[in-house]
């Protein structure tokens, strides 16, 4: 069972556009971990937000957890093909200690 | 500091072989979790350990066992391995008491099973 779903699931845009990508959950977890991963390696982490509401930025990346804590988003501005890959956001606070991705959102910045 | 290995980067098996991937933890981490990346999907939580004991078991067979050495290395042991084992493996690392369970991953293990 998928308890967090992330969307979109595909999103492709020009070098220069902004984006919003989304991630809600039906469970509340004690902290939200964003990740990128680029083909072939492993998840790199972008970000942990914790209290809801919090707002915290990494240059050109915003990531907001909602007050409920029951979702979060990433706005990239002004996206650059560096930033392509995919993006996963995790919940912690699993019974067992381990986190609960999504599907993550497979992000396409063409030049 | 140095960060998350694993080994081998690639491997090849066919149905029925065992197979033993390697990690070894970021310096200073006591705890390594064991996740399943399948095509397409997020990674799925396999096994966690801390201090050289199993500490968490996500829904796989009992045929997914491993292992955490004093120096917090581990390994993660697969039998009798079937077709839908062919995924990405990833070993992620972290310190037992961080309060927002903080993991660290290493580059993968990609095994393809024939």
């Known amino acids: 069972t998928q308890l967090l779903e992330q969307s979109p699931q595909f999103l492709s845009i020009q070098e220069g556009e902004n984006l919003t990508v989304y991630c809600n959950y039906s469970?509340?977890?004690?902290?939200l971990q964003w990740y990128r991963q680029e083909p072939g390696e492993g998840p790199v982490l972008l970000v942990t937000?914790?209290?809801?509401?919090e707002v915290k930025k990494l240059k050109r990346l915003t990531f907001q957890f909602g007050d409920a804590r029951k979702d979060s988003s990433l706005h990239i501005t002004a996206a650059q093909p560096g930033d392509t890959g995919l993006y996963l956001c995790a919940g912690a606070g699993g019974s067992q200690g381990n986190l609960i991705f999504g599907k993550g959102t497979k992000l396409s910045v063409k030049p | 500091e140095t960060g998350v290995t694993q080994s081998p980067t690639h491997l090849i098996k066919t149905r029925g072989q065992q197979v033993t991937l390697r990690c070894s933890s970021q310096s200073g981490h006591n705890t390594v979790s064991w996740y399943q990346q399948a095509l397409g999907q997020g990674p799925q939580f396999i096994f966690q350990?801390?201090?050289?004991?199993?500490?968490g078991r996500g829904n796989f067979p009992p045929r997914f066992s491993g292992l955490q050495f004093p120096n917090y290395s581990s390994e993660l042991n697969v039998n009798a391995l079937e077709l839908d084992d062919s995924a990405l493996y990833l070993c992620a690392s972290s310190h037992g008491t961080s309060r927002y369970n903080e993991q660290f991953f290493g580059p993968g293990t990609r095994l393809t099973v024939l």
């Open positions: 469970s509340v977890f004690s902290s």
């Open positions: 350990y801390y201090r050289e004991e199993e500490n």
């Open positions: 937000v914790v209290t809801g509401g």
